[in-house]
């Protein structure tokens, strides 16, 4: 039986490549952008030349900016191949760009995780990538059996990245039945989720060490590299841009959970929830160098999961909350995480610690727990951060 | 003995209320800010410490609002020892499950007011609290914001609210305390109040006897719930109840 994970901000670079490595296990993946239904609607009208001639609605239309990533043929991409690439954040994160250059590794088969993922926080269940039937050359050489998750539903076939139908129309870009087809698809790919990745806002890399900071005692991260300078939030501590943390990182999770949570009812369903999100949202050892209104909203999404978890645990749903020790990035200004970094080049690998993170994030998410009546803040060297 | 100063949110009724007339009892000089204006409370405790008591217009969720009510402070003291961050609302959607349709404009009220409110007005205040000689900022807060003793399956804008404003205070606490600031943050139980719209008979506290303990908390080193004295560890925030009692986050 196929598998289906539906991730909020596939396009930020986290999304993409959780996407990638839950595709490479087997799952199909679904984007989904946290746009309000009517603002996308007036948007896609407006790319059709001003003519006010509204899209015809999807079957599978959640009110979200749904992404069906493309099928994958060779290697899945995610992001790659999509649509309406004009509509999309510019930079090395999206379209075909990630991954393209296959000698640059991407962290996937190179983490360096092996020693310990599925062996410290899951259980006896490894964390590789299905090697049957994958069309990865990378694992071309690869000649065990699948053995990507104790999970009996999840599909050993490579993943797919359903191609996208293009927002704004054009059946040039892609055929009027290619189109056709791909609506059909997004509407069975879609008609069941079985994981709801509530990735929200955009993470960064912390250059030197994503857990640089000891969970027993405190690290002065203005010395850290990577770290928030002290004068870093700058208009982000307004209360336009508190407000708009809270927006971002917990009321649009709880908004995505309130519309897609019919579509994890449905029989067979894993019926898994994972919240992607911050030690910094930690009220015991988050930082104070932290915008004060990113923090906040962080650990709302934290009791968020809780409640969430305190009601439907009892319906068969398992949780994540996951930190995968990366930055929220700073809105609306240049990111100290980034700045240093090749990150505009389009032939820049995704940065190591968003691929390993997202590698064990996939293992993580993916893969059953020994005590699924616990929610856990769990980072990603499968580290447990108190709330 | 000189006169302490503080300002207290949400000083209408309930336990904002009680906070300031036990503080006036004890002689100090209260700014009660006043959200309500037709409320009688304020007025009638006005009449009883004329000298004392200050009424100032405050709404903790307008930006305005906090910078005048400071400002208006700041022609009356130019220190202040105690803020009170008391003033807090809740809703009627609490028990809307995620199965229904939430209210998102109710939880950024909510926010609004529990959890940014009462950041906005320690930053407003902060020059006064300064110059003041206990430095002290006050928060009261729910156990509805621990997220480690959550039980409930809804109360998403009031829940998250609280957690956010733990965060914060603990945000705020990390930042200030090398300066002098000394914190305190508490829950008052659950008190026979009109936070819902109406007054909560059912509740098991009036709020007098949940500001006593809390006045015993946020003012002196002696713990309210075995008369013994304890210094309070300043350089550790915990959220303590009206017994006493800390709560995890």
Redesign the interface.
């Known amino acids: 039986m196929n598998r289906t994970a539906w991730i909020l901000n596939l396009h930020e670079p986290f999304g993409a490549a959780l996407g990638r490595e839950l595709m490479s296990r087997g799952w199909n993946v679904i984007g989904g952008e946290p746009t309000d239904p009517d603002t996308r609607e007036e948007r896609s009208a407006a790319a059709k030349n001003g003519s006010g001639e509204l899209p015809e609605p999807r079957a599978a239309d959640d009110g979200w900016g749904s992404t069906i990533a493309p099928e994958s043929v060779s290697p899945p991409v995610p992001g790659g191949d999509l649509s309406d690439e004009e509509e999309r954040p510019s930079g090395w994160t999206h379209g075909a760009h990630i991954g393209e250059n296959r000698d640059i590794p991407t962290g996937t088969g190179s983490s360096g995780l092996e020693d310990f993922e599925g062996s410290v926080a899951f259980g006896p269940e490894s964390n590789a990538r299905p090697k049957a039937g994958t069309t990865d050359p990378a694992y071309a050489e690869e000649t065990q059996a699948p053995s990507h998750g104790a999970d009996p539903n999840a599909s050993n076939e490579a993943g797919a990245f359903v191609p996208a139908e293009p927002e704004d129309g054009n059946s040039d870009r892609t055929g009027g039945s290619a189109a056709a087809s791909s609506e059909a698809r997004t509407s069975g790919a879609a008609s069941r989720i079985d994981l709801l990745v509530l990735n929200a806002g955009e993470m960064a890399p912390v250059f030197g060490h994503p857990s640089s900071r000891s969970i027993e005692g405190k690290t002065d991260e203005s010395s850290v590299p990577g770290g928030w300078p002290a004068d870093s939030a700058g208009q982000e501590d307004t209360t336009a841009g508190r407000l708009q943390d809270y927006e971002t990182y917990a009321l649009t999770p709880l908004r995505a959970v309130e519309r897609l949570l019919p579509r994890m009812n449905a029989e067979g369903g894993l019926k898994r929830i994972c919240f992607i999100s911050s030690r910094e949202g930690s009220i015991s050892v988050g930082e104070a160098h932290m915008p004060i209104g990113r923090a906040m909203a962080h650990t709302a999404l934290h009791m968020q999961a809780k409640l969430l978890f305190n009601d439907l645990r009892r319906e068969g749903y398992t949780f994540r909350l996951y930190d995968p020790g990366l930055r929220p990035k700073l809105s609306g200004g240049s990111n100290p995480q980034t700045g240093s970094s090749a990150s505009d080049s389009p032939m820049t690998p995704l940065s190591a610690p968003i691929a390993e993170s997202a590698r064990f994030a996939a293992g993580l998410f993916a893969n059953p727990h020994a005590n699924e009546d616990r929610l856990v803040l769990t980072g990603s060297r499968g580290e447990e951060w108190p709330f | 003995m000189s006169t302490y100063h503080a300002v207290i949110t949400g000083a209408d009724r309930g336990l904002g209320f009680a906070l300031a007339e036990g503080l006036l009892e004890r002689g100090w000089r209260v700014f009660a800010g006043s959200y309500l204006p037709d409320w009688p409370q304020l007025g009638e405790l006005q009449e009883r410490y004329p000298d004392l008591l200050i009424v100032l217009p405050l709404d903790v969720s307008s930006?305005s609002s906090v910078l005048a009510a400071a400002a208006a402070v700041e022609e009356r003291t130019r220190s202040l020892d105690l803020l009170i961050n008391n003033a807090g609302v809740i809703t009627d959607k609490n028990e809307d499950?995620?199965?229904t349709?939430?209210d998102?404009d109710e939880?950024?009220r909510l926010?609004?007011v529990n959890?940014?409110g009462p950041?906005?007005t320690s930053e407003a205040f902060l020059p006064l609290l300064e110059r003041g000689e206990l430095k002290r900022l006050c928060f009261v807060s729910s156990e509805a914001?621990s997220?480690?003793k959550?039980?409930?399956?809804?109360?998403?804008a009031y829940?998250?609210?609280?957690?956010?404003?733990?965060?914060?205070v603990?945000?705020?606490f990390?930042?200030r305390r090398p300066e002098g600031f000394t914190f305190r943050l508490y829950h008052p139980g659950w008190m026979r109040t009109y936070m819902s719209g109406e007054r909560n008979t059912e509740a098991e506290l009036e709020p007098s006897e949940s500001a006593a303990s809390a006045l015993e908390y946020f003012l002196g080193s002696a713990l309210p719930w075995d008369d013994k004295p304890h210094a309070i560890d300043e350089d550790e925030l915990v959220m303590r109840d009206w017994q006493g009692r800390e709560w995890?986050?």
């Open positions: 930006d499950s995620i199965r349709s939430q998102y939880m950024i926010y609004q959890a940014l950041i906005r914001g997220i480690g959550a039980e409930r399956t809804a109360w998403f829940c998250m609210s609280k957690a956010a404003l733990n965060r914060g603990r945000l705020l990390d930042r995890p986050w």
